[in-house]
């Protein structure tokens, strides 16, 4: 079935750094694709969001890129703060619209000061 | 705006013991889903409803699993009886859509149940 899968588990950077987290996409008919961030103890929250038909989205101090050709998705996040520690995951609505996203197994991001 | 409620925050049951979790999605939202998340991984839906019907129930284990939504808005999950391996966070998700082909709902989550089975 389809999936979707991130490149490392874990990332670990400095306060002020920027963090760049990637996503890998197995189902080619996907068309809408989702970032969550995970805190400890809470439900997902919705970051930012991109549609097919694009290949770039920014949101404040986030960046969204979305490769089709390699089917690559990566979350970007401008000068990162210990609050931005959490899981990150990608989601991705799988082969027909209208269905729940699915989910990879997430990147936890921690953050030192 | 407030967000999606689930109850209780946490369960501990022992296996073969039933548990049934409660959710009310954002008010507006006509889609409802049941992810199950265990620790480490990712999200699994459970189940998707469209008002009071359902649209997806594929990975819903249905031989004790069981989900309702009788007014198209609160839902409850059960679990009948419960296994070690259920041991997970049930979470919530709403979405406004109201077509059941309608694309690219942002789904909105609650804080979850934890639930242990010992």
């Known amino acids: 079935g389809e999936s979707v899968g991130l490149h490392l588990p874990t990332l670990s950077v400095q306060e002020g750094d920027n963090s760049i987290i990637n996503c890998a996409y197995s189902?080619?008919?996907?068309?809408?694709f989702i970032w969550y961030k995970q805190e400890s103890g809470k439900g997902p929250q919705f970051i930012i969001d991109?549609?097919?038909?694009?290949d770039k989205r920014q949101g404040q101090r986030v960046t969204v890129l979305l490769n089709k050709t390699v089917k690559h998705l990566s979350l970007q996040i401008a000068a990162t703060q210990p609050g931005d520690s959490a899981v990150y995951f990608c989601?991705?609505?799988?082969?027909?619209?209208?269905?729940?996203?699915?989910f990879g197994k997430g990147t936890t991001l921690s953050v030192s000061s | 705006e407030a967000g999606v409620a689930q109850s209780p925050r946490y369960k501990i049951i022992e296996k073969r013991q039933s548990v049934a979790f409660w959710c009310n999605p954002i008010?507006?939202?006509?889609?409802l889903y049941w992810y199950q998340q265990i620790l480490g991984q990712g999200p699994k839906l459970l189940i998707q409803?469209?008002?009071?019907?359902?649209?997806?129930d594929s990975q819903l284990p249905k031989d004790r699993f069981s989900a309702e939504r009788l007014k198209g808005v609160d839902s409850t999950l059960k679990i009948q009886p419960a296994k070690l391996e259920d041991s997970a966070v049930y979470l919530c998700?709403?979405?406004?859509?109201?077509?059941?082909?309608?694309?690219?709902?942002?789904?909105?989550f609650g804080s979850g149940t934890q639930l242990s089975v010992l």
């Open positions: 008010s507006g939202h006509a889609t």
């Open positions: 989601a991705e609505n799988g082969h027909q619209a209208g269905t729940a996203l699915i």
């Open positions: 409803f469209q008002n009071n019907g359902v649209v997806d």
């Open positions: 189902n080619s008919a996907s068309d809408y």
């Open positions: 991109i549609r097919s038909n694009m």
């Open positions: 998700a709403s979405s406004f859509g109201r077509r059941a082909l309608s694309a690219n709902e942002k789904l909105f």
